[in-house]
């Protein structure tokens, strides 16, 4: 006889899955970011320009780290390993740093607007819900 007890749900295996091809798109959208050239720079309104030059190295690290941790983290949900959710928490920790950054340091507000301030937030709404996701994966036993 075979116990179902840890069998994570389909609707895991979704989340799991969203997760990963989230992770995916935030990697993509960071190897764009830093492969940019004067010429793609040049591109982009002036405002945008500046917040872009003042941006420290330090801050381009938090991105790797959240997203390329992040992805790993995924991964490893996908694996159903138990570490998914320590690495969920320090992508979650350097979309703060990144983020924090962004918006304490740059006038992007008053470059970009309020409108600014919807999609870092999403960013910020789905690191979070992976952190509680995986927490509540691992107290279900689905990661082990």
């Given at each position: 006889?075979?116990?179902?007890?840890?069998?994570?749900?389909?609707?895991?295996?979704?989340?799991?899955?969203?997760?990963?091809?989230?992770?995916?798109?935030?990697?993509?959208?960071?190897v764009t970011q830093v492969g940019m050239d004067a010429a793609d720079l040049a591109k982009l309104p002036q405002g945008?320009?500046?917040?872009?030059?003042?941006?420290?190295?330090?801050?381009?690290?938090?991105?790797?780290?959240?997203?390329?941790?992040?992805?790993?983290?995924?991964?490893?949900?996908?694996?159903?390993?138990?570490?998914?959710?320590?690495?969920?928490?320090?992508?979650?920790?350097?979309?703060?740093?990144?983020?924090?950054?962004?918006?304490?340091?740059?006038?992007?507000?008053?470059?970009?607007?309020?409108?600014?301030?919807?999609?870092?937030?999403?960013?910020?709404?789905?690191?979070?819900?992976?952190?509680w996701f995986s927490g509540l994966a691992i107290r279900r036993g689905w990661l082990r």
């Amino acid at each position: 006889m075979t116990s179902d007890i840890g069998k994570p749900p389909v609707w895991f295996w979704v989340v799991a899955g969203a997760s990963l091809l989230w992770s995916v798109a935030g990697c993509f959208a960071y190897v764009t970011q830093v492969g940019m050239d004067a010429a793609d720079l040049a591109k982009l309104p002036q405002g945008q320009q500046d917040i872009w030059n003042m941006m420290p190295t330090w801050v381009t690290a938090a991105y790797a780290v959240a997203v390329w941790v992040g992805l790993a983290g995924s991964v490893a949900l996908l694996l159903r390993k138990a570490w998914a959710r320590p690495l969920f928490i320090v992508s979650l920790v350097a979309v703060v740093v990144q983020f924090g950054w962004v918006f304490l340091a740059t006038p992007i507000l008053e470059t970009l607007g309020p409108s600014s301030i919807a999609f870092p937030a999403f960013i910020f709404a789905v690191a979070a819900f992976m952190v509680w996701f995986s927490g509540l994966a691992i107290r279900r036993g689905w990661l082990r």
